[in-house]
């Protein structure tokens, strides 16, 4: 840190940002968009170099570096202004980096999806606004979009009864390890969510229905253990349900899983996770089937501004496989207000309520995402 609390690449009017796993699934479409953005310097972290070297290849602002986000440290944070840890999964995580960017005084972005991963944050408030920085995880599809697109479609509303998000990747749609593990970690797990106006357990990957998405078609969803199934009631307090769900496009697959996951709910076996591996490996097998169209849904219904019965349904369309750029839109708004001296936040949050929808609808438009919503 220089002189005045301010680092010196912020100093000199160009943040240095580290991407820490921007050769994954996501990391690598957040390092695509983040290498076209003007006005800031990158740094692309990971433990594999050599791919990581092929992207910063010919570019003045990227640079690449081995790291190991386990064993990260207050020195290899040293000039960098923000780091965003996008490796996960998040479900078995442990703090390394937030405790490296908390002693290096640098902001900390990550993309985590992992409920108590999120639920911990926190615990780091107090050190985070000490080195006057913010602590901002859940940058990613849930919360932070889930909970721009419900702001926005109940704003001036008298009261939330319901609200339902989905997330439908296209089969075709990239996947890596670190998603697989994700879903394995809970599947047939007990899952904690609100309904019926009241916490309950429901059998994770269970409560499996067929959903009808505009413009998409059916899908097949499944409850999920995710960070929105306490933001969404802690946030907005509805009256009868908050309920996150997904959903995979073949229903081999999506059936399939929620077959595997009965000898995990009888207490046969304890978890699904140690076969990510051969399960990726089968799902890669079903690649050329399907389609690239993914879409996210969100409803909610209650009451609207003068006390009338209102609903509203947002839906995102992706097609092209582009849906897996939509989990890194948030961290690429929050690199935009860092560089733009819009960055308010200091202290440990989950990243719900920090951004607008209009802080999406430029990168929609560019990636030529089409969005609806109906009342």
Known sequence: MAAGGFPRSMMAGKPHIMIIGASGVF?????????????ISLTLAGRRLAPLERIASGRSNVKARSLDRDIVTARDLDGVDMVIDAAGPFQRSHSQVIEAAIAAKCQYIDLADGRKFVANISR????????????????SSIPALSHAVIDHLTSGWQQIDNIRVGIFPGNRAPRGRAV????LSYTGKPVRVFRGGQWQEQPGWG???RTDLPTVGKRWASICDTPDQDLLVERYHPKNSAEFFAGLELSVLHLGLLALSLPVRWGLIPTLQPAAG???WLAQRF???GSDKGAMDVYVDGLGAKGEAAAARWTLQADANRGPYTPTLAALAMVRRLRDDVYPWRGSMACAGLLNLADFDKDFDALGMQRQISH
């Open 207 to 209: 409560m499996t229905h």
């Open 180 to 183: 697989v593990e994700a879903i």
């Open 27 to 39: 990391g690598s479409r957040l390092t695509e968009l983040l290498t076209e953005e003007q006005g």
């Open 287 to 289: 690649l050329p089937f």
């Open 124 to 139: 780091f408030d107090q050190a985070a606004k000490e080195a006057d920085i913010a602590v901002v995880t859940g940058a």
């Open 278 to 280: 051969i399960m990726l």
